[in-house]
Structures are given as structure tokens and as C-alpha cells.
């Protein structure tokens, strides 16, 4: 995505944004959408639709991914990645840090590990090199893990285990 208009690709003047489909495209329009989505998260109004955010196959970033909504990788990512909502990598990408979302796909490779997701899956062509707890997880035959895995596990037996001899409630 652009964060500008091609004046050259549009007939007549440059136009603001996309009313077509209500995409900002410029980078004064984004921090006003930007703005506008936090300002309703703030104020507890409902969430629209979530929007999916994309490292892109071509990109190499370092550094640190956090917040809400859901992020896909299908490039290369080096740093923590902490969000309320999905989390994918896609085949042939790969990300070096620790992963806490709600639900992750592993379609790639993840040297790191896997904290506190709700669901955790494990594809054909994935490759987990850490630990995983998760309250489920789904492996799909020909891919690998190296590494830890709790699952099944909820905080009423967690609860448990904390007071005593670990047993099942």
C-alpha cells in the first residue's frame, strides 16, 4: 500500500484519498485515520472489522511489533511481537523473537518462542525452533519443532498446580 497518490496515474487533479473505498493515501490522511482508530478504542466504542497488517516477502525489519489487531509476516522479521488479536507467519518467512498473540499460524520458520496464545497451528511447511504453551495447538504432518510444548492448560489449572502437586481438576 501506498501512503501517496500518483498524481501522473490519476486524470485532472491529484485527488485526497480513496472515497471509493475510504483508504487514506496520504500520509497527513493516515494519521488522521490512525488517530480517529485510537481515539475509538480508547473510548470503548466497537471494533470494526480487523485489519491485518503485512510485512511484506520483499521486507527485512528489526525491532518490535505490539498492539492490537492482527499481523502477518511473509518476510523477515528480527524482534518481539506482542498483539491482542492473530499472528502469522507465512511460508518461506521467518521471524527471530518471541510471539504472544491470541491465535498463531506457523507457515514459516519462528526462532522463539510461543507465549500464552489461545491457539497455536502448526502447518505443512512450518518450523518452530523454542517453546510453545498454548490452551490448543494443531500440528500438521511434515512440520518440525525443536523445543517445549504445553497445551491444555487454563489458569484454573495452573491455579491448581501452583498450590500443590500437579494434578488434573
Excluded at 6 to 34: F, I, M, Q, R, Y
Excluded at 46 to 52: G, I, M, N
Excluded at 118 to 128: A, H, P, R, Y
Aim: glycine share 14%; hydrophobic share 40%.
Amino acid at each position: 500500500m501506498a501512503l501517496w497518490k500518483d498524481p501522473s496515474s490519476t486524470p485532472g487533479p491529484a485527488a485526497s484519498g480513496n472515497p471509493a473505498s475510504g483508504t487514506p493515501t496520504t500520509v497527513t490522511e493516515l494519521h488522521k485515520a490512525t488517530e480517529h482508530a485510537d481515539a475509538a478504542r480508547r473510548s470503548g466504542a466497537p471494533r470494526a472489522a480487523s485489519v491485518e497488517s503485512v510485512i511484506a516477502a520483499e521486507l527485512t525489519i528489526e525491532g518490535k511489533i505490539s498492539g492490537s489487531g492482527d499481523v502477518r509476516i511473509a518476510g523477515r522479521f528480527k524482534g518481539d511481537v506482542q498483539v491482542d488479536g492473530n499472528f502469522r507467519i507465512d511460508a518461506g518467512a521467518r521471524l527471530e523473537g518471541q510471539v504472544r498473540a491470541g491465535v498463531v499460524v506457523v507457515g514459516g520458520e519462528l526462532q522463539g518462542n510461543i507465549e500464552a496464545a489461545k491457539q497455536v497451528d502448526v502447518l505443512s511447511t512450518g518450523v518452530i525452533v523454542g517453546d510453545v504453551k498454548a490452551a490448543s495447538i494443531t500440528v500438521a504432518a511434515g512440520s518440525r519443532m525443536r523445543g517445549h510444548v504445553e497445551f491444555g492448560w487454563d489458569d484454573k489449572h495452573v491455579a491448581v498446580e501452583l498450590k500443590g502437586t500437579p494434578r488434573s481438576v
